[in-house]
């Protein structure tokens, strides 16, 4: 059974770092390219960042670029979103999510999410 | 930045009756492989996003039949041909043309 596990939510200062994990389980890792989506509570979806399965490329919503870092261990199963500079608007759930590894950037599965507050 | 509309936002439902939602974006989706980029997710209160149709027309593993997607380029449905209780939540289409991949806003339907 796919499973992947988000962790490292909680609340944070304005100008502070966190650093989000997403444990995966099921299926070869590996192989798989994946996603960063987040959803402040009550609104809808948004795509923030995709990292292809060896890392050796990524991709970034305009609204992170140069403050969250996509990165993997492919040895540890894990897919990691570190954060900096965060701002009181980067509140929200945040999703990792595996990549179907079709013809199009399809999430196929999703972790159950990690909530993170930006408040002072 | 690849703009995506649903309509309606909110749709109150009957069971047992067919339910349609509309998703527009303002860029064409077809790529030049042929397969329109086009994903259907449905979250259920409290609970994660899940796919339900993925490259416009094609049903996920698991999604059962009375749901299906349909159209090309820039108009898309999804349809629901009888709603059961289990259906109600939002149902958001993305676009995975271009990155940043976006979301349409989201219809919530409800009983």
């Known amino acids: 059974e796919v499973q992947l596990v988000e962790s490292g939510g909680g609340l944070v200062q304005p100008g502070g770092s966190l650093r989000l994990s997403c444990a995966a389980s099921?299926?070869?890792?590996?192989?798989?390219?994946m996603h960063w989506v987040r959803q402040v509570p009550g609104k809808g979806l948004v795509w923030i960042s995709r990292i292809k399965k060896d890392g050796s490329d990524t991709w970034y919503a305009d609204s992170v670029k140069g403050r969250f870092t996509i990165s993997r261990d492919n040895a540890k199963n894990t897919l990691y979103l570190q954060m900096n500079s965060l701002r009181a608007e980067d509140t929200a759930v945040y999703y990792c999510?595996?990549?179907?590894?079709?013809?199009?950037?399809?999430?196929?599965?999703w972790g159950q999410g990690t909530l993170v507050t930006v408040s002072s | 930045d690849i703009v995506m509309t649903q309509s309606p936002l909110s749709l109150p439902v009957t069971p047992g009756e067919p339910a349609s939602i509309s998703c527009r974006s303002s860029q064409n989706l077809l790529h030049t492989n042929g397969y329109n980029y086009l994903d259907w997710y449905l979250q259920k209160p409290g609970q994660s996003p899940q796919l339900l149709i993925y490259l416009g027309s094609h049903r996920a593993s698991g999604v059962p039949d009375r749901f299906s997607g349909s159209g090309s380029g820039t108009d898309f449905t999804l349809e629901i041909s009888r709603v059961e209780a289990e259906d109600v939540g939002v149902y958001y289409c993305m676009q995975g043309l271009q990155t940043p991949f976006t979301f349409g806003p989201g219809t919530k339907v409800d009983i």
């Open positions: 099921g299926f070869t890792f590996s192989t798989y390219w």
């Open positions: 999510g595996r990549d179907a590894a079709g013809a199009g950037p399809t999430i196929d599965f």
